[in-house]
């Protein structure tokens, strides 16, 4: 089982990229989250992997944190009629942070607006997964628990997009705007900050 690679990038696009890895090329399914990420081609990268078998087939599925390719087993393992392709939709829409506090407060609208996500399904997220999350605890949101994301970073982004939504960003819009304005301000800012590059100031 592959779970990581380690290697220099020689292709990137929104959902794909190949990492070269000891000369071996080696295609990637990822996240347009993950792809927000990626250097530019020739650069080294470490991406986590889950590699996922069917009948006649098998795929490589790539994240820039881990935290974000063990929920993406969650969703593929554990919620009936969600596939590998489905989670990376969720995944493209959504960071893993407000992907969990969506399923932690049961918003079925916003997991629903995830293409290929119907309203059915979203419910059946909440209902298998929300006790993943929130084992034994009430319904509030919950920061990301990712090993490569500090949690002052996720509550960080978490009170960005809460701020933007109160402004009147849709969360999805919020989240990725908040996403975009990490990557150029660094891990190492404010909210107020992380706000302004979020809006463009």
Request: glycine share 8%.
């Given at each position: ?81 969600i596939g ?39 419910e059946r ?56 304005a990490l ?19």
């Open positions: 089982m592959i779970v990581s690679l380690n290697g220099t990038v020689l292709e990137s696009g929104i959902f794909r990229a190949v990492i070269e890895c000891h000369g071996v090329g080696y295609e990637v399914h990822i996240p347009v989250t993950t792809a927000e990420k990626l250097p530019p081609a020739g650069a080294a990268v470490r991406l986590h992997t889950l590699q996922v078998f069917r009948e006649n087939d098998q795929a490589l599925y790539g994240f820039a944190s881990a935290g974000e390719r063990d929920f993406f087993r969650l969703l593929v393992e554990k919620v009936s009629g590998p392709r489905t989670a990376l939709n969720i995944f493209s829409r959504l960071s893993l942070t407000v992907l969990k506090d969506a399923i932690a407060r049961g918003d079925v609208k916003l997991l629903s607006d995830c293409p290929g996500i119907g309203k059915k399904t979203a997220l909440v209902v298998e997964l929300r006790d993943k999350i929130l084992p034994g605890a009430g319904i509030s949101p919950v920061p990301s628990t990712s090993a490569s994301a500090a949690p002052a970073q996720s509550s960080l982004h978490h009170d960005a997009v809460a701020a933007l939504v109160s402004l009147g960003l849709k969360l999805a819009d919020a989240d990725k705007a908040v996403r975009r990557e150029k301000t660094g891990a190492d800012t404010t909210v107020e900050k992380l706000i302004r590059a979020a809006l463009g100031n």
